[in-house]
């Protein structure tokens, strides 16, 4: 949650950061009940950020979603 709002703050600063009961919601549940298959990303052994996977299981299952998030300190390092 906090490399997620980090990443928001630095590409977004009109947007509020997302509260943890937020966050573990969406974890839990997705965006309608599917939840996403999250992924941690480390750099010498530290969290810099995150991923998730959405794969609709009901409908439109000929697609996809995906998003990334890495900490602002940790971009643009190849």
């Not at 977004?12 to 974890?27: G, I, K, N, Q, T």
């Not at 839990?28 to 750099?43: F, I, N, Q, T």
């Not at 950020?49 to 439109?60: C, I, M, S, W, Y």
Request: charged content about 20%.
């Amino acid at each position: 949650m906090e490399i997620g709002n980090n990443a928001l703050a630095e590409d977004a600063p009109w947007s509020h950061p997302a509260p943890e009961e937020r966050f573990v919601a969406h974890l839990r549940l997705g965006w309608d009940g599917e939840p996403p298959m999250p992924y941690l990303l480390c750099a010498d052994g530290c969290p810099v950020g995150f991923a998730e996977l959405t794969l609709p299981q009901r409908d439109n299952t000929h697609l996809a979603w995906a998003s990334v998030a890495v900490r602002p300190d940790h971009r643009r390092g190849g």
